[in-house]
């Protein structure tokens, strides 16, 4: 792991964000999928609201993928072996960058096909915890074709992620925005925060 922490860190120094493959390996994606919360997604996880939770409202202009949040207390072995990787993660970027990163909050999501996340940036107005946005990536054989690319905009340019399993974008959470473009297949994934403060 340490080539692939080392590779996040620098991208962030240099560029303000990474992407990195295989964060997790092909049989730890394999287990995450297997848990019976994502194999029966729509009895599990909610519409996903703008703004922070008691204010949060249900706008599918804006987004519509499908949401459900992570419990470290009662999550399962195969998320466990994700939330102790981003753990690990959280110590090595303290101490390559100076950093004092303290939590991370994570759901796991579903983009409905069709579904979108409109340009946006994930820093709340009144509550800038969020520091680095964290999100793993669990779709098996995605092509361009697919489409629900991640797009992120950076120094007046764009450009665009695939949604592969196994792969990890990690950017500045008040910095960069970005969009999740229209995809042809469910778009599985567990999106996240890592906070400089300890989350209640
Ligand atoms: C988000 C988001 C990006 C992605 O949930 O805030 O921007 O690629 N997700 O899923
Ligand atoms: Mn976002």
């Not at 703004?51 to 399962?76: C, F, M």
């Not at 991370?104 to 940036?121: A, D």
């Not at 793993?136 to 629900?148: D, S």
Request: hydrophobic share 40%.
């Amino acid at each position: 792991m340490e080539q692939v922490f080392d590779a996040i860190a620098d991208g962030l120094a240099d560029k303000q964000y990474a992407i990195v493959d295989d964060f997790l390996k092909e049989e730890e994606v394999d287990a995450i999928l297997k848990e019976d919360h994502f194999q029966h997604y729509q009895q599990h996880f909610k519409k996903a609201g703008i703004g922070k939770q008691a204010n949060a409202q249900i706008n599918e202009a804006i987004r519509g993928d499908l949401i459900s949040w992570v419990d470290p207390q009662t999550a399962l072995p195969s998320t466990q072996v994700y939330l102790s990787r981003l753990q690990d993660l959280i110590q090595f970027l303290n101490r390559a960058l100076f950093l004092s990163l303290k939590d991370v909050e994570v759901h796991q999501t579903v983009y409905p096909i069709g579904s979108y996340y409109k340009r946006h940036l994930d820093q709340f107005k009144k509550d800038d915890a969020r520091k680095l946005s964290v999100i793993l990536y669990l779709n098996k054989n995605w092509t361009a074709e697919n489409g629900g690319q991640l797009r992120i905009y950076s120094n007046d340019q764009s450009f665009d992620v695939l949604p592969i399993a196994g792969r990890l974008v990690c950017f500045r959470s008040d910095a960069l925005e970005h969009e999740v473009l229209p995809a042809t297949r469910e778009r599985l994934s567990i999106t996240g925060w890592i906070l400089d403060r300890i989350k209640i």
